[in-house]
């Protein structure tokens, strides 16, 4: 192969990479961690990201949940409510592609943080 279609090859392989994920290379990923207890909910609450950058969000519960905030979510990044279950860490992988202020609730929508997209 010629070195021009390599260098063509090369191009196309990363548009692809860039519409799949959402970001060019090379890919990046951001860690949020957090700590869920029912005395004081999550702390840390507040994160920031940078948009088309893959985020990986993890709560780790001390306690299980109960009642109204038993469950977390985060709305337009994370749909599906997530139960809080005692040394059972919640994963949530996603690329946030707007801007834009997401509030981390309750399957019900009651606000515990939030996430800002850059
Ligand atoms: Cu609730």
Known sequence: MSKTIIAAAVLIIAAFH???YGNPLPNTQETLTTVYSAAGDINPRSFTVAAGHKVRFQV???DTGSGC???IMIPGL???PVLLVKSKPVVMEFVPQK???????CSMGVSRGEVIVK
């Open 18 to 20: 860039a519409r799949a």
């Open 60 to 62: 780790n519960p001390k």
């Open 69 to 71: 905030m038993s469950d």
């Open 78 to 80: 994370w749909n599906k």
């Open 99 to 105: 801007p834009g202020i997401y509030k981390i609730t």
